[in-house]
């Protein structure tokens, strides 16, 4: 479909087992998202791209945990292991990934004082990156997302693409979910709620 594009989310080797903040599952799901890349004309990959000591790292914090939550002046944030830090092995993309159709690689998260998950507007809601410009300039009405994490970075950025005018679609078998106190099943209602179509691996 010349007006449909393939979404990968933060398919990196510090979400991946082995990475400072794996998600469970992730790495039996990069076969399924090489043949979804395989299927469409158009791919677009984000990038967690932190630079050190960025404010949503535990780390950052004195005596704060990983997973804590902390108010930053847009509201509560989760506090983070270091992950995905600019120009590290841990931010690269997964081994495995085949990022050769890739058109367009779009980094988040490289505001030292924002945390970012949806791949169109950081955890603010007012620093935009670009990208719905971009797929919209490009003629495309329908996205479709996957990669990691499920209940984090993919549900918020297919959230995002809903409320800037584009038909969404998550295909969740190649997603992986951190669940961190029950997050993917609120994240599987809200999308349900926002007209969002779930789907399997064809």
Known sequence: MPNEALIVVDMQNDFCEGGALAVPGANAIVPLVNRLIGRYDHVVLTQDWHPAGHAS?????????PYSTVQFPY???TLWPEHCVQGTVGAAFHPGLDTTKAQMIVRKGFHTGIDSYSAF??????TRTGLDGYLKARGFTRLVFCGL???YCV??????????????GVVLDATASIDLDGSRKRK?????QAGINLTETP
Request: charged share 30%; no cysteine; glycine share 4%.
């Open 149 to 151: 994490a499920f209940d």
């Open 121 to 126: 507007r950081e955890n603010d809601r007012m």
């Open 57 to 65: 790292f535990a780390s950052s914090w004195k005596d704060a945990e």
């Open 188 to 192: 599987l209602t809200e999308l349900r």
């Open 155 to 168: 549900s918020w950025s297919a959230i995002d693409a809903r409320q800037a005018g584009f038909n969404v």
């Open 75 to 77: 509201g509560a944030q």
